[in-house]
């Protein structure tokens, strides 16, 4: 690798693992040829879902996976263990299998770290397992010498199993959208972390599993939920570009029925981060049929880890693969975001 | 973390993640608290085996994680793609699940990575795919700054299904030890290129998906195969002495049926390595009840991955959890490493 090799675009950028435009293109360029044509019975890579499904007589085993690079990794509301148990389980979560059959975990360890960080993480993996209803049934460790890793990698995959999946693309004009909670938690609190920035409110991660609380809106809301996707790296305004781009809808939201915290709006504006680019972990947007919005979000708030839940927008069959924001004064498209270059958030 | 800090034996060492008596107590030590109960129907993170296996029914699905971190990327016979891909699908096949559903592969990428190095990588992934029959369903990408991460790391997880599991811990006093074929190919190749070594021999890593051939075996040994495991990481003499200490009874090697290969055996003379310590990536050790001994060898070497399989040794009531090599002039104990510091050759 000479340093004047080839051009800047052939190499591997910081915004091509940030979960927007530039990760999509790297994987459909890279990764997914030769995966495109999935066998009978299976959405697989091609779909770019948050995870496979695969049919299994009348069921689906549904599988996902998520590496965890997180910096710092204690930070306020949780830590890298907490975090890799909260992404695998809401991955498999928002494709409909709320009930987790079991989790993997794989630690990639820099020599010399402290085993009393390993202990920590560790009981907040089993803390976060217990949250979720699931265990770690089997896993792999690694040690990297000094120099060729910095810390700590948490790779978790896990399996469940649903009779319905529920992917990102099923959204119809005049489906709402719900978000589950308050928006920016998990990346404000790394970034201020990160930034040793002193404010006021508490600013906390939203990091915990929530296959709990998306059980108790399916319940109610049973095929009237139509998509759904966890906003973690890049954000809501990612997020709703996938799904609104998969389902041929544009989407308006409005900006007033944001659930933003004060805390999180103060950071945003001091740091210049938009709360709705930046990754939560303890959050889910849905699609819901019009006729079953209201009874989903009374279900979502009165769950504890709901309380927030709000309708935030509606799909049109105008402007498919566009999320526009209505902000009170006028409509602007919210463009989806190359991908922020703020390494190690999740 | 000053360093002055904790004693030595309270951080993590490179031997904590080479396989042998030290990884196994930092995974007894540390990750395995408050997971040691599995669920009913599920063998779980306690059993430590290859992998794990939930009761679906009237089968098992099968599932293991492994993390690559080899280096060099690229080395005589394979890649850490073809090397992440056989990991898994052998690590699930030796549980008996050779019908692998599918497999996820997350890719953490250090930041300037030539996207040429990616696009090789992912076309072995899918040649080893086609050769195990199966497919990437999902995936994930980070990608690390320079300084935090050395190059790239694949994690891949996969799931597979079977009737009968095959435990590492189903031997018994009689039963045959049967190894697919020739040892130390792998660990042998990847040192040669590290140390520049120039050999005669053709040096070349053995890293290939042998579920086929796992599958041939069964169909010909069925029930009659007791315990299976693939000796990669730690080598030979660490995953005999698993199966013993688990098995409860004493395993005897006979030196002159080993098959090693003469430019392993060379290489490992020069590097003073030896080949029953070091990683085989398409091999696998199958404890055979005496009756079907011939017979599974039989099916082995008529498959064209298994021509050089051998009966290499059998199982005692004595000496319950050794394992003891018989050089032909006087038998000695084969210890069990307590880890090599080889790092990063799988």
Chains 1, 2 share one sequence.
């Not at 599988?63 to 509301?77: A, N, Q």
């Amino acid at each position: 690798m000479s340093s004047t090799g080839p051009v800047i675009s052939e190499r591997v950028s910081m915004q091509d693992g940030a979960g927007g435009r530039a990760m999509r293109s790297l994987v459909e360029e890279i990764f997914l040829p030769g995966f495109e044509s999935d066998q009978e019975g299976v959405i697989g890579l091609s779909a770019m879902d948050d995870g496979a499904a695969i049919r299994l007589g009348d069921r689906w085993l549904v599988l996902t996976t998520d590496s965890h690079v997180v910096h710092p990794i204690f930070f306020p509301g949780g830590d890298i263990g907490r975090l890799a148990i909260a992404g695998t389980v809401n991955d498999l979560a928002v494709m409909g299998a709320t009930r987790v059959l079991g989790l993997t975990c794989a630690a990639i360890i820099e020599e010399g770290l402290p085993k009393t960080i390993l202990r920590r993480i560790q009981r907040s993996i089993r803390e976060a397992c217990a949250e979720a209803g699931t265990s770690i049934v089997t896993g792999d460790t690694k040690v990297m010498g000094r120099g060729e890793l910095d810390g700590i990698i948490l790779n978790t995959s896990g399996i469940g199993m649903c009779e319905r999946v529920v992917s990102d693309a099923g959204l119809h004009p005049g489906d709402r959208i719900i978000v589950t909670g308050s928006l920016g938690d998990h990346g404000m609190a790394v970034m201020a972390v990160r930034h040793e920035l002193e404010l006021d409110g508490d600013l906390e991660s939203d990091v915990m599993p929530i296959n709990d609380l998306i059980d108790a809106a399916l319940r109610v809301g049973g095929s009237g939920i139509v998509a759904m996707k966890d906003p973690t790296r890049g954000g809501v305004a990612s997020a709703l570009h996938e799904m609104a781009t998969k389902s041929h809808v544009g989407i308006v939201i409005a900006e007033v029925c944001l659930p933003v915290r004060a805390a999180v709006r103060s950071a945003s504006e001091l740091l210049g981060i938009d709360p709705l680019r930046i990754a939560n972990e303890g959050k889910a947007l849905l699609g819901v049929r019009p006729d079953r919005a209201a009874d989903v979000l009374d279900a979502l708030r009165h769950h504890p880890k709901g309380r927030d839940a709000a309708i935030i927008g509606e799909c049109f069959a105008e402007r498919a693969g566009s999320v526009v924001l209505d902000t009170g004064f006028g409509r602007r498209l919210l463009t989806e975001a190359d991908g922020e270059p703020l390494p190690r958030i999740c």
